[in-house]
């Protein structure tokens, strides 16, 4: 069967210029109509798959190799992952969660244990000085895993 280039291209899922470039040892048995050039579909095919060529494409080795080593490359990962060296995203997002949780906590206690303190102090440098207190003492605890 005479076949175009263009055609060969839609049949093949390959670049034209690909396409060309497999068959530039190959002349067209004929030029079309449209001055397309043609050639024999069973001399063109086995030219761009490399059969009888020695490229091993159309055995399968070479995806096989890629997929061996995309499954090392998995299990490998799956292997840090369990020895902790490392951790997934979903438990990272889960303790940034979890603490942000507890510092949101911690800090909006502070008013509650202040403010009958506050309510009576008088001296600005003093009120400054229990906040600080209690704003340090929550972060500090914070860092201590409490």
């Known amino acids: 069967m005479r076949i175009s280039l263009?055609?060969?291209?839609?049949?093949?899922?390959?670049s034209y210029r690909t396409i060309r470039a497999k068959l530039e040892t190959l002349p067209p048995v004929e030029i079309g109509k449209s001055g397309a050039h043609l050639?024999?579909?069973t001399q063109a095919l086995p030219m761009i798959?490399?059969?009888?060529?020695g490229d091993d494409r159309l055995d399968g080795?070479?995806?096989?190799a890629r997929l061996d080593q995309a499954r090392r490359v998995h299990q490998e990962l799956v292997n840090r992952e369990l020895e902790k060296s490392l951790i997934s995203r979903e438990a990272?997002?889960?303790?940034?969660?979890?603490?942000?949780?507890?510092?949101r906590d911690s800090l909006l206690t502070i008013p509650d244990r202040v403010?009958?303190?506050?309510?009576?102090e008088v001296n600005p440098v003093r009120v400054h000085e229990i906040l600080l207190t209690e704003i340090t003492t929550a972060l500090k605890d914070l860092t201590n895993g409490h």
Request: hydrophobic letters at 30%.
């Open 92 to 103: 990272v997002n889960q303790e940034l969660f979890e603490l942000g949780r507890r510092v």
């Open 49 to 53: 798959y490399g059969i009888g060529t």
């Open 39 to 41: 050639h024999e579909s």
């Open 6 to 14: 263009s055609k060969l291209c839609r049949l093949t899922g390959k």
């Open 61 to 64: 080795s070479a995806e096989k």
């Open 115 to 120: 403010s009958p303190s506050l309510a009576v």
